[in-house]
T-cell receptor
Framework: DAKTTQPPSMDCAEGRAANLPCNHS???????VYWYRQIHSQGPQYIIH???NNETNEMASLIITEDRKSSTLILPHATLRDTAVYYC??????????????FGQGTILTVHP | DAGITQSPRHKVTETGTPVTLRCHQT?????MYWYRQDPGHGLRLIHY???????DKGEVSDGYSVSRSKTEDFLLTLESATSSQTSVYFC??????????????FGDGTRLSIL
């Protein structure tokens, strides 16, 4: 699975867009990029994932660069409840690696009033 | 939210005692996973299951065993608990429909303290 690099922390004003970057320069062609977040000591929450096209759902948008070496998670209108640790994960969707999501240190996003 | 229930939510026990954690799902998903989360280590996979009676080891499986006798339940057992197994344990599930890129969905965790 690809190694990912994220900034350790970011701040965002409530109501503004939060743009969380992730570098995955070693990602291979069949590896998806997944984003999760973890609020306090709750279980990780799935946000979105993608392979090479940009994706959008009710929670966020995922922008993947054309060379797939980096991506950005966008929370369009951040709220205080979006304060959490955000994890970017590269995962090989093929073979028998169903079992492994490798969580790094993530980015602590703090949304302030 | 995915229908995942972990029990108990909190447990305190003594070194050397057996402990079983239960993960119950109502989604009829094929895959189930047990992770542990510790400060400085993030989440680490203990064991996973890819079907009834089909399980495999993760990266930190020593000291743990699992069983899955029916689709909805995945049990994690610490045969003889040690203080190093004090942790927060998360269960996750994922489906197989639509390909192997299905995301995992996590339960709320079990906080286990071994004294």
């Amino acid at each position: 699975d690809a190694k990912t690099t994220q900034p350790p922390s970011m701040d965002c004003a409530e109501g503004r867009a939060a743009n969380l970057p992730c570098n995955h320069s070693t990602i291979s062609g069949n590896e998806y990029v997944y984003w999760y977040r973890q609020i306090h000591s709750q279980g990780p929450q799935y946000i979105i994932h993608g392979l090479k096209n940009n994706e959008t759902n009710e929670m966020a948008s995922l922008i993947i660069t054309e060379d797939r070496k980096s991506s950005t998670l966008i929370l369009p209108h951040a709220t205080l409840r979006d304060t959490a640790v955000y994890y970017c994960i590269g995962r090989n969707a093929g073979g028998t690696s169903y079992g492994k999501l490798t969580f790094g240190q993530g980015t602590i996003l703090t949304v302030h009033p | 939210d995915a229908g995942i229930t972990q029990s108990p939510r909190h447990k305190v026990t003594e070194t050397g005692t057996p402990v079983t954690l239960r993960c119950h799902q109502t989604e009829n998903h094929r895959y189930m996973y047990w992770y542990r989360q510790d400060p400085g280590h993030g989440l680490r996979l203990i064991h996973y299951s890819y079907g009834v009676k089909d399980t495999d080891k993760g990266e930190v499986s020593d000291g743990y065993s699992v069983s899955r006798s029916k689709t909805e339940d995945f049990l994690l057992t610490l045969e003889s608990a040690t203080s190093s197994q004090t942790s927060v344990y998360f269960c996750a599930i994922s489906g197989s429909g639509g390909g192997s890129n299905q995301p995992q969905h996590f339960g709320d965790g079990t906080r286990l303290s071994i004294l």
